[in-house]
């Protein structure tokens, strides 16, 4: 039987910066959100390991609103303030949550997620975009690389973006 063997990098760091070019080339030359942040989305779940959901939520001026994402469908508001997504809208900062379990207010849109990072989106002028956010069915799944790694992306989303 034919058994196919996952990329091995030498480095995390490595597999980051190689899937920042790979999504640099993925949307150059196109700067509508809903198709950018769907390829964005695609990439990312299917290139790294141990990830059940990858997508993002759109502020629409008042909430967040669930945008292109991979993975189970999604519960679809989230306020501002509440949950992992919530709160890294709010305080504009990364969170990086090793254990949903523990995280008070977490939002459980599929049981099977234990560990969640979540960037948030910042338009050049200040205005909230929204939030990238990843999870994992293990426990402590995201690191220092990963919450760089993913910044990283973000920053390359961004890149691609009409004001
Ligand atoms: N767990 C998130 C909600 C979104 S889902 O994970 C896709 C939160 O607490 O904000």
């Not at 599929?110 to 948030?120: C, G, K, M, T």
Request: aromatic letters at 8%; a negative charge.
């Amino acid at each position: 039987m034919f058994e196919l063997k996952p990329i091995v990098y030498a480095s995390k760091r490595e597999h980051y910066r190689e899937l920042a070019q790979q999504a640099r080339g993925l949307l150059a030359g196109e700067r509508d959100l809903i198709a950018n942040a769907a390829n964005f989305s695609a990439l990312i779940y299917h290139s790294l390991p141990d990830i059940n959901w990858a997508g993002f939520y759109l502020y629409d001026g008042s909430e967040l609103v669930v945008g292109p994402f991979q993975g189970k469908p999604a519960c679809i508001r989230i306020a501002l303030g509440r949950g992992v997504c919530g709160t890294a809208a709010q305080t504009r900062e990364t969170q990086l949550v090793a254990d949903v379990n523990a995280f008070d207010g977490h939002i459980a849109c599929d049981a099977a997620s234990q560990s969640e990072i979540v960037v948030p989106l910042i338009r050049p002028d200040g205005r909230l975009l929204g939030v990238w956010d990843v999870d994992s069915p293990h426990t402590q799944r995201f690191d220092e690389d990963d919450r760089a790694g993913m910044q990283a992306l973000c920053a390359v989303f961004m890149e691609n973006l009409d004001a």
